[in-house]
């Protein structure tokens, strides 16, 4: 049996907390992750620029949605890529907006094995 830190634990409990507030939980994240890397790639460019606009994150929050027109006019995309890869969008931006060292340690981990 693998021994899990409790610290992870707790992270984890939070960020499915977290996730749950946007309607989300972690079985619909393994069905709803695109499955080409390309479109990977371009949903975690979209969550980190998202988590660096404070307009977006008062947005995101107070609508528990991801502002899709924004978001169109930003990246220049069509509403409906957004919407097809919201789940996983918003929990990306969820991981690099909220304090969760461990997961995000974990993260750059994958990224760096397989491109995320």
């Known amino acids: 049996m693998i021994k899990v830190n409790s610290s992870i634990q707790k992270e984890i409990i939070r960020y499915q907390e977290q ?18 890397l390309s479109t990977r790639i371009w ?3 979209v969550a980190f620029t998202m988590a660096q606009s404070q307009s977006l994150i008062t947005k995101i929050f107070k609508t528990r949605k ?4 924004d978001l169109a006019k ?3 995309c069509r509403i409906s890529s957004l919407k097809r890869n919201s789940k996983y969008i918003l929990a990306l931006f969820l ?3 909220g ?5 995000n340690e974990h993260l750059s981990l994958s990224i760096l094995d397989n491109g995320f």
Do not use: A, G, M
């Open 66 to 69: 991801l502002p899709y027109r």
């Open 99 to 103: 304090d969760y060292h461990f997961l």
């Open 43 to 45: 949903c975690r460019e």
């Open 95 to 97: 991981l690099k907006h």
């Open 19 to 36: 996730l749950s507030f946007f309607r989300i939980s972690l079985q619909q994240l393994t069905v709803s992750t695109p499955s080409e």
């Open 74 to 76: 930003q990246f220049l």
